[in-house]
């Protein structure tokens, strides 16, 4: 039947039941081509993770191979650290610097007053003579 040409009564029935038979068949090819590349995904998929797995299994048995260049045993003493309780007071949370050239403590370390008193006043001018 050419594009132009008139419809008429049976020939309506008849191209619409071709339509809807060609409508059907192309649903069902893409169904079937869906189905087959999902498979073919969900393979390549297992296949990939199957690689992976046998990878990571080879690369641990080759760093289980090498020779171990230090160990850590828990049986030995640890160091002591000390947790922060949020006051100065307790010199033991933190780190001791080295002395200060010509100075036999560091002022920021110490409990003398006069020397953090010192320190202050210090860090306070050069402050003000920036400004």
Not at 64 to 72: E, G, I, K, N, R
Request: proline share 7%.
């Amino acid at each position: 039947m050419n594009d132009d040409a008139t419809v008429h009564c049976r020939e309506a029935k008849t191209l619409r039941d071709a339509a809807a038979m060609a409508i059907t068949e192309v649903w069902t090819d893409a169904r079937t081509a869906t189905s087959n590349l999902a498979r073919k995904t969900n393979e390549g998929n297992s296949e990939l993770l199957n690689n992976l797995n046998e990878s990571s299994s080879a690369e641990g048995s080759r760093i289980d191979s090498l020779p171990m260049v230090a160990t850590y045993s828990p049986d030995e003493p640890t160091p002591k650290i000390v947790p922060f309780s949020g006051s100065g007071e307790d010199l033991s949370q933190f780190p001791m610097a080295p002395p200060l050239g010509g100075h036999n403590e560091d002022p920021c370390f110490t409990n003398d007053i006069s020397a953090k008193g010192k320190l202050l006043e210090y860090t306070r001018r050069n402050l003000l003579s920036s400004l």
